[in-house]
């Protein structure tokens, strides 16, 4: 059964500093992971996808990588901002492209 | 935004009592999906559905059933509510010719007394 992992669970910034959340999956046999993020009593916003044949995705000041042998993405913010706050989820999906599992998220906080 | 709208966005009732939970998409999308959200438990899926009366059963569906009798709506029922079942639900849709990417709506969130 696939398990994904998010570390941290909570992570508090400066505005301005570049971060890296993590999201780790038991399971390599992936079709995707996909990035997304989820402001307080809101849905949630996809951010990025990544095939299991791509190695990163890039939007803006985010970036994110995916080594499928080790089971491991990261999502790179760079020169965080405080409208960045908001809870991070990742989720991988199998049998091509359906049964999405979803991370714990962690909860990003930016001070001014 | 993919045009996906939840009907109703909030709710209170009594346990033991027939809910159900609309959603709605106007782009014409095969997958569409149910999940919960809980805190300590993340999203869980409930039931998703792969095309007009063609559905399955997710992680977490003792308790709920599904319907789908047009491509647009997808519909979530709990037959007899419980305290358990008090959660925000989110509906999902994985978009066409996007490499399964998912968008999701804006969630109902259930109170069940």
């Known amino acids: 059964k696939q398990e994904v992992t998010q570390i941290p669970a909570a992570l508090s910034v400066p505005e301005g500093e570049n971060l890296v959340l993590n999201c780790s999956f038991t399971d390599s046999a992936i079709y995707n992971l996909q990035w997304f993020r989820q402001d307080p009593g809101k849905g949630l916003t996809s951010l990025l996808l990544?095939?299991?044949?791509?190695r990163e995705q890039t939007s803006g000041r985010l970036n994110a990588s995916l080594d499928k042998s080790s089971g491991r993405s990261t999502l790179y913010i760079a020169a965080s901002q405080p409208g960045d706050s908001a809870t991070y989820l990742c989720a991988v999906s199998g049998n091509y492209g359906q049964n999405f599992v979803f991370g714990p998220g962690t909860r990003l906080s930016v001070l001014p | 935004d993919a045009g996906i709208t939840q009907s109703p966005r909030h709710k209170v009732t009594e346990t033991g009592t027939p809910v159900t939970l609309r959603c709605h998409q106007t782009?014409?999308?095969?997958?569409m999906y149910w999940y919960r959200q809980d805190p300590g438990h993340g999203l869980r899926l409930i039931h998703y559905s792969y095309g007009v009366k063609d559905t399955d059963k997710g992680e977490v569906s003792d308790g709920y059933s599904v319907s789908r009798s047009k491509t647009e709506d997808f519909l979530l029922t709990l037959e007899s509510a419980t305290s358990s079942q008090t959660s925000v639900y989110f509906c999902?849709?994985?978009?066409?010719?996007?490499?399964?990417?998912?968008?999701f709506g804006p969630g109902t969130r259930l109170t069940v007394l």
């Open positions: 782009e014409n999308h095969r997958y």
């Open positions: 999902a849709i994985t978009g066409s010719g996007t490499y399964n990417e998912q968008f």
């Open positions: 990544i095939q299991s044949s791509q």
